[in-house]
């Protein structure tokens, strides 16, 4: 069949197994690799370049950290570096996400939430916790008189996430993940500009205070980023373990006594 291939159906099928995640191409007929290790015959004109000579500027991998931070330092407000982080390409999250997810609600918001990743609501909607754990959160917050969509910014929310990409099946975001998008974290904090940061569940506790454990960590006020922090249990933990909802509680009120603002 394959001979009778047209050399635009034969394109078509290339194309089609490339996007499937085909990146090599294996023969019908099995190599001796033993054999194919011997001293090629063919003088050395013909014989191909050997890979040890490519041009070490093509070889050196760019710092996606490094290649972060630069894309940051330009971006003068929250629209610009939501364009800096669409145009990163150094990872690989990337490629498997529809949406880049950047943020959601009043950016100004006295309270800035920061949780893990998009999952698959959120990657569809291209908005942050949008899925049931989202929905428990603003549930959460009403509970003490905030919202995203809340004009008044003591009454709003900023929300956003410490990777702006899906895991494939919602795997644990990885350390190297996290390090190269961190510059956008912070420079995020920086223009949003909050008085108060809520960490949602380990990742960005990781990302943000480089500590994790968030069942010691919850509801110790600490600084990082030049303003107070708070770390909470993940609202995804909540919906799997209902009984620590008492522990988010308990959190919910230290932030609104931080606030000054009456239940
Ligand atoms: N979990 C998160 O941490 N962020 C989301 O946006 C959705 C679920």
New binding site residues.
């Given amino acids: 069949m394959l001979d009778e291939l047209d050399p635009d159906t034969a394109r078509a099928l290339l194309e089609w197994q490339l996007e499937m995640g085909a990146d090599e191409a294996i023969g019908d007929v099995p190599v001796d690799r033993f054999a194919a290790a011997e001293p090629d015959a063919r003088p050395a004109s013909d014989a191909p370049a050997p890979a040890t000579a490519a041009d070490p500027a093509q070889e050196a991998e760019p710092d996606p950290v490094a290649v972060a931070r630069a894309a940051v330092a330009g971006a003068a407000d929250l629209a610009a570096l939501e364009a800096a982080l669409g145009a990163f390409a150094h990872c690989e999250l990337k490629k498997g996400a529809r949406h880049t997810?950047f943020a959601d609600g009043n950016p100004q918001a006295r309270v800035m939430i920061i949780?893990?990743?998009?999952?698959r609501e959120?990657d569809r909607a291209g908005l942050?916790?949008v899925?049931r754990?989202?929905q428990l959160l603003d549930r959460m917050f009403v509970a003490i008189g905030m919202a995203r969509d809340a004009p008044d910014p003591a009454r709003a929310l900023y929300i956003t996430?410490i990777l702006p990409w899906r895991p494939p099946q919602n795997r644990k975001p990885e350390r190297a993940e996290i390090a190269m998008l961190m510059p956008f974290m912070e420079r995020h904090v920086a223009l949003a500009a909050p008085d108060i940061i809520v960490l949602?569940?380990n990742t960005p506790c990781a990302g943000i205070l480089g500590r994790e454990g968030i069942t010691r960590l919850r509801g110790q006020w600490m600084r990082a980023l030049e303003r107070p922090v708070l770390p909470m249990f993940?609202p995804?933990y909540l919906l799997r373990n209902p009984a620590a909802k008492r522990e988010a509680w308990a959190d919910l009120l230290a932030l609104q006594d931080q606030l000054g603002s009456p239940a």
């Fill in positions: 997810v949780g893990e990743a998009p999952g959120e942050p916790f899925g754990a989202g996430n949602m569940g993940h995804a």
